[in-house]
């Protein structure tokens, strides 16, 4: 039987390119399957808790609502006067729309405020609401657009 000979003196030459195209692969794959989303309890936020282990984690209880999810401002016209509903009440004035969220913001929430115009309500009475909601220390005041 004939053995091979090794009398190569050559040098191990490693090929680079499949080596980089693997690395690649592995990292692309470890990022697509990673979660970049926050877990909740590590948001600061009165809500937030500790989730819950074992079998506690998986009872079906709704998750807690807040108290002010927004704030609807709509601003009418009935009877060729302005009226204003906040909350589904109507309000006599400006100010007193103004003292109403102020005290909702004194809560310590910060829900955004929607001000909702008729097409009859002039812009005047419009960012006069504007003003009073910002002056009542709201951050987040939205105009509501209707769909077409």
Known sequence: MRLPRHDRTG???VKMTPMIDVVFLLLIFFVWTSSFETP???LPSAL??????????NTDQ??????????VV?????GGLPVIEFGGQRIESVDVLQERLAEVI???VQPPVIIDPEAEVTMERTVA???AARAAGADRVLY?????
Do not use: H, M, N
């Open 62 to 71: 709704p998750p807690p609502t807040e108290a002010f999810d927004e704030i």
């Open 74 to 78: 709509k601003l009418l016209v009935r």
């Open 40 to 42: 909740e309890y590590d």
């Open 144 to 148: 509501a657009t209707a769909a077409e």
């Open 129 to 131: 609401a504007y003003d």
């Open 106 to 108: 004194a809560l310590g």
């Open 11 to 13: 040098s191990l030459e």
């Open 48 to 57: 937030a808790e500790v989730p819950a282990g074992g079998s506690e984690a």
